[in-house]
T-cell receptor, first 114, second 116 residues
């Protein structure tokens, strides 16, 4: 089944404790992206990747890192999480750029930073 | 600035009523794409439709229909004969070309509550 998977789905952590949220897609998509969803703000892009080893900042990159060493994986790294990073996170992928291709979203990761 | 506005924060209807969700966008680009996504209570994001800026034909898919009007920069979504399963948050989104490649911008979403 074609899908985007994220792990963990739920995470409660404490301020300053490094964490990684994994994202993997099995569709051989080139484009991948991370969003965060906050009440009243919709979804905002954190980082995106056009292909392996090609990443760039979205609208709200502060406090996050990403890497794209393999085409299928695009982990989101929070080196020192803070409470304002409590949010619902979505990973997405699409075949190439999203001008003509639809982005497919993972199931989401609900992160709470205490 | 590239922006998507969904002015309706929450809409409540009774089953079988028709309901329209509004989406107004701003972009300087002549080439862009518009999307609607559904987020049911389970939380996942489900793609509903994509429309490019050169195609103003309205689209109907079952009980869903979309009205794209470039003159008013709107891409409204109508659900006919709503059902309880339509209860969800609906997001409108815009893709524009920024420095050669795409960027997806979401509206803040409209929560639709359909009661029996």
């Amino acid at each position: 089944e074609a899908q985007v998977t994220q792990n963990p789905r739920y995470l409660i952590t404490v301020t300053g404790k490094k964490l990684t949220v994994t994202c993997s897609q099995n569709m051989n998509h080139e484009y991948m992206s991370w969003y965060r969803q906050d009440p009243g703000l919709g979804l905002r892009q954190i980082y995106y990747s056009m292909n392996v080893e090609v990443t760039d900042k979205g609208d709200v990159p502060e406090g996050y890192k990403v890497s794209r060493k393999e085409k299928r994986n695009f982990p989101l790294i929070l080196e020192s999480p803070s409470p304002n990073q409590t949010s619902l996170y979505f990973c997405a992928s699409s075949p190439r750029d999203t001008s003509t291709d639809t982005q497919y979203f993972g199931p989401g990761t609900r992160l709470t930073v205490l | 600035a590239q922006k998507v506005t969904q002015a309706q924060t929450e809409i409540s209807v009774v089953e079988k009523e028709d309901v329209t969700l509004d989406c107004v966008y701003e972009t300087r680009d002549t080439t862009y794409y518009l999307f609607w996504y559904k987020q049911p209570p389970s939380g996942e994001l489900v793609f509903l439709i994509r429309r490019n800026s050169f195609d103003e034909q309205n689209e109907i898919s079952g009980r869903y229909s979309w009205n794209f009007q470039k003159s008013t920069s709107s891409f409204n979504f109508t659900i006919t004969a709503s059902q309880v399963v339509d209860s969800a948050v609906y997001f409108c989104a815009l893709i524009f070309f920024n420095t050669g490649f795409q960027k997806l911008v979401f509206g803040t979403g409209t929560r639709l509550l359909v009661s029996p």
